[in-house]
């Protein structure tokens, strides 16, 4: 992992524009021993309430503790990647801070997974922040938690709602982001242009136009190699990949589908805005330096907008994914984490 100060990983937005659309299988994991594989018996199921409803988590206490123990602990609450469910790459992170002496939890945001909530598959980010926040108030009715060393860790768009997170609550004791979704709407603006941009945001205006005089829920594929068979949330290949695979691999109730009004709110999200009211809120971005999807540009739009503890810290990447569930990536990401943590919560005592 290197810690450079300035734009000197970056990569000219434009140059992504030439990229070539690889196919999916170009992104499936071709070693096995990189690919972290979670265990099931590590974590208790969990419900605690948020927007009216009753949300499903997963709770990951340090093993010393014992299943019952009333120690208290740091505590950890993880969000993961766009429209995912808690059974996707947050095992991986979870079990090595549970392993770390922190307690975490993983939730499904309102609508996904073993939450509840309608339309199904609805991705609000103003939702998802309220559930975040409502996953702490949780923590802190719990008597084996440190009220006072309650951090947010987000991966992918989780990353960049950990933000936005932080700079609404302060009852957070410190803010990571790993890999983080920050300017989705930019990203895609500066891939299609204005008119394009413009039309792609046309067409979920209209099926949500539909959605208002039908009554009836429009939904879009989650994921697709690209946008030739029709508008999806992600259109990608790596997404496909990722996706594809885990759904059949570890995540049994997540769903191929996305609620087209909730897209409106998605593509508007901005962390970058939100950056500087997260002090005095100890802040980390951890990023890979390859990422043609959430661009590199954007990690470090938010460390250079906020203020105070902060810190960014960069990870040699060939893509966006491997830092979801594969190794090395994963287990540097998360001891940099750890270590950071520690510094700023204090250590964790057995």
Known sequence: MSHPDSASVLRPTLSRLAQPVEAPERYYVAD?????????????????????????????????????????????????????????????????????GFTVLAFDSRTYGESEGEPRCSYDPGQIIDDYSNAVSYLLSRDDIDANRIALVGVCMGGGFAVSTAA??????????????????ATFLALMGSEGFASFLREINDRATKEYQTGEVQYVPAIAPDLSGGLAFMPN???????????????????????????????????????????????LIVHGTVDLFLWPEFAQQVYDAATGDKEIAWIETHNHIEIYDQDPYVSGAASHVIDWLNARLGPVHG
């Open 32 to 100: 096995p021993e990189h690919q972290l594989v979670a265990d099931p018996a590590r974590r208790t199921d969990v419900r605690f309430r948020s927007g009216g409803v009753n949300l499903a988590g997963h709770l990951y206490r340090p093993p010393r503790t014992g299943a019952g123990g009333a120690t208290r602990t740091p505590a950890i609450v993880m969000c993961g990647p766009a429209s995912s469910v808690k059974e996707q790459t947050l095992p991986h992170y979870a079990q090595k801070f549970a392993d770390a």
């Open 168 to 185: 609404r609550d302060k009852r957070v004791a410190a803010v990571v982001s790993v890999a983080g979704g920050f300017a989705i709407g």
């Open 237 to 283: 290949p790596e997404a496909f990949s990722y996706y594809d695979r885990t759904s059949r691999t570890d995540a049994p109730t997540w769903e191929n589908r996305v609620a087209v009004r909730s897209l409106q709110a998605y593509f508007a999200y901005n962390a970058v805005a939100d950056a500087s009211l997260v002090a005095p809120t100890p802040l």
